[in-house]
């Protein structure tokens, strides 16, 4: 059975920091590309980042670029979403998805962790 436990959310200050986590199971990781959404409230999900499955490429929307590192240890099945300089426009509900061009996103949506940022 597929599973992401995502974890690491949490309440911030503008311009602090948080890690989140997705750890994967019931596939193979390290064939997969990996993806971080989020929802806010009233608001369609976003792609913020996504890393192919060497780790080799990522790439990140426009609103996360250089704040927002995304990475991934094979050999833990896990990713990772370093958000630095948090903004207020930031707070969702953050989810990973396992991506491959040919099968589409693998698994269903959770309730990934939420991140809120306020002074």
């Known amino acids: 059975q597929v599973q992401f436990v995502e974890s690491g959310g949490g309440l911030v200050q503008p311009g602090g920091s948080l890690r989140l986590s997705c750890t994967a199971s019931?596939?193979?990781?390290s064939m997969w590309d990996m993806r971080w959404y989020r929802q806010a409230p009233g608001k369609e999900r976003e792609?913020?980042?996504?890393?192919?499955?060497?780790?080799?490429?990522?790439t990140y929307a426009d609103s996360v670029k250089g704040r927002f590192p995304i990475s991934r240890d094979n050999a833990k099945n896990t990713m990772y979403l370093q958000m630095n300089s948090l903004k207020p426009e930031d707070p969702a509900v953050y989810s990973c998805?396992?991506?491959?061009?040919?099968?589409?996103?693998?698994?269903?949506w959770g309730q990934g962790p939420q991140v809120t940022v306020s002074s």
């Open positions: 019931g596939f193979t990781f």
């Open positions: 998805r396992a991506h491959r061009r040919d099968v589409g996103l693998l698994g269903s």
């Open positions: 792609l913020v980042a996504t890393i192919t499955n060497t780790g080799g490429s990522t």
